[in-house]
């Protein structure tokens, strides 16, 4: 009977301890969901910072206000305005700055669970990673962490810049949006179960290059923000710095009609969306004339002398960055997403990688023309398809992956670790679209096909469901132990890191993951890509 009593105290102090679906962060509360059923409870759209309009726009994110009425946390918070949206459209707004946090059910605020914070992607001009739901991760970690998802600022709403914003505003908003963010977590994330001294950061495309942005912030400063990073498929753009970056502010001064205003930024932010969101469309570099193919990625972090201090290729090559366990890792068909399907010639490759590289030159990319032949193995695309994919994915994304783990390597031979991964999973639709193993398309098997937006692959539910647990395996291992090893899947294969003497990766293919080391043929072509640093732009 007393051995009943204990045990009876014991568990209804567990459950007192639990964590209340209804939140107080003293600036306001806020009544998430217990999820019974999967054991995860949700609170989604918790504002992290002020409404950023009126006098707000283009400054850098300010505390949330005050609300003392309870908020209904059920619903996620509207996407930030993108660029190319129209005004009305219903999915985004400027205010938009809300997370969500996901945690086991039974966590407590003694729990002290591990932290993954997710940043979308979407090239800086849109949050293309909307709204995914933790659960599957969590369940897979064995309710062992606890998962942060975020807007933040994009396209000329998070990343103009020009000489008025720097004397009254601040640059580079939408990665000081993710810092907000991540100095939300380590104020209130206990409430929820997490532990504010284990953040791993988490992102795709831009959301893995803005991770490379904070690791190299303020000159690899380390604020204790985070202590770890995963990113899939880490981009490296264009950087621009503030005077070449003012052309983009010119253009919104004249396409608004505040040019003739004497404060043309307080004219800017009189302005309604309506009247903004209508000439926000993506533009060519001027050096490159006004019937140039305009850039993918119109509007981006800049070179700032600030939060960013240099070109990132720069910065890790200097070794200014913090040494932290990280994983970066690519798809094998990176760039056929990005490249016009009908590219026929090497004179529409080079005029389309130039549009996103404006500091090419001719003799670079004769030269680059040169190490990427015709690649055949895309069915209904023009014939240079392939190789232009080849260049977009390698410039972009793989040879700047290779680069940071070569900086770690470096830097960190006795240190935290550094882990590279190919992704070679094909789905059949893609491949018959001629996409093949495709841009962050790893991303619905990691989260879980059925907790992200929109129908999964469908090969995802069937031939390739397998490699749903080996990725999450080995992701929430490096989550919960900064280890991909540590707690992965039963079978799977040991992570080997990747070092000077031994450029290695694995290898992810279903039912047959294994690692593998880079081609040398690869290798060589980074190593030009990374001597031309294609994202400068020095000629104005």
């Known amino acids: 009977m007393l051995l009943n009593g204990i045990l009876t105290l014991l568990v209804s102090t567990s459950t007192a301890l639990s964590v209340d679906p209804l ?256 000439v926000n469309v993506e533009i060519p570099y001027p050096i490159l004339g006004a019937n140039a193919t305009a850039a993918r990625s119109t509007y981006g972090p800049v070179i700032d002398g600030g939060l960013v201090q240099d070109y990132l290729f720069n910065e890790f090559t200097w070794g200014s960055f913090i040494k932290v366990p990280v994983i970066f890792g690519d798809d094998t068909n990176e760039g056929t997403h990005f490249v016009p399907l009908t590219t026929a010639n090497y004179s529409q490759m080079d005029s389309f990688i130039q549009a996103q590289f404006p500091g090419l030159t001719q003799a670079e990319l004769n030269h680059i023309n040169q190490l990427y032949p015709i690649d055949n193995q895309f069915p209904n695309t023009g014939l240079y398809f392939g190789a232009a994919a080849d260049v977009f994915g390698e410039i972009t994304l793989i040879c700047p992956g290779e680069a940071i783990m070569d900086a770690y390597a470096s830097y960190s031979a006795a240190g935290p670790g550094q882990w590279n991964y190919r992704y070679n999973v094909l789905d059949p639709s893609q491949a018959a679209a001629g996409l093949g193993v495709s841009h962050t398309v790893e991303i619905g098997a990691l989260w879980g096909p059925e907790w992200v937006p929109g129908p999964p692959l469908p090969s995802y539910l069937t031939t390739n469901k397998g490699i749903t647990p080996v990725l999450q395996g080995y992701w929430t291992s490096f989550v919960r132990s900064f280890n991909p090893n540590t707690f992965r899947a039963h079978g799977s294969p040991e992570w080997e890191q990747w070092g000077w003497d031994k450029r290695q990766r694995i290898l992810f293919v279903t039912n047959a993951t294994t690692m593998e080391v880079v081609p040398q043929n690869q290798t060589e072509r980074c190593a030009y890509i990374d001597s031309i640093q294609a994202s400068k732009v020095t000629q104005w």
């Open 23 to 278: 939140v107080n962060l003293g600036y306001s509360q806020y009544a998430g969901t217990a999820n019974s059923s999967d054991g995860v409870s949700s609170w989604l759209g918790i504002r992290f910072a002020a409404p950023p309009l009126g006098d707000l726009r283009w400054r850098a994110p300010q505390d949330p206000l005050q609300n003392n009425t309870v908020q209904n946390a059920t619903e996620h918070g509207l996407l930030c305005l993108a660029t190319g949206v129209a005004a009305n459209d219903t999915a985004t707004n400027e205010d938009c700055l809300f997370l969500d946090v996901y945690a086991p059910t039974n966590a407590t605020t003694s729990s002290k669970l591990p932290v993954y914070f997710w940043i979308q992607g979407g090239g800086y001009n849109s949050n293309a990673n909307a709204n995914y739901r933790g659960d599957g991760l969590i369940m897979a970690s064995g309710y062992n962490m606890v998962v942060v998802t975020f807007n933040y600022r994009v396209s000329l709403w998070g990343f103009l810049a020009s000489n008025e914003v720097v004397a009254n505003g601040d640059t580079n908003i939408g990665l000081l949006d993710q810092r907000k963010a991540l100095e939300w977590v380590q104020k209130y994330i206990s409430l929820f179960g997490g532990d504010p001294g284990h953040v791993v950061l988490g992102g795709a495309s831009a959301g893995a290059g803005s991770i490379a942005l904070h690791l190299t912030a303020y000159g690899g400063r380390d604020d204790g923000l985070f202590h770890a990073a995963v990113g899939e498929s880490q981009a490296f753009p264009t950087q621009l710095t503030i005077p070449q970056s003012q052309y983009q502010y010119d253009r919104l001064v004249n396409e608004t009609g505040c040019s003739k205003s004497s404060d043309t930024l307080a004219c800017l932010r009189a302005l309604n969306v309506t009247q903004i969101q209508s």
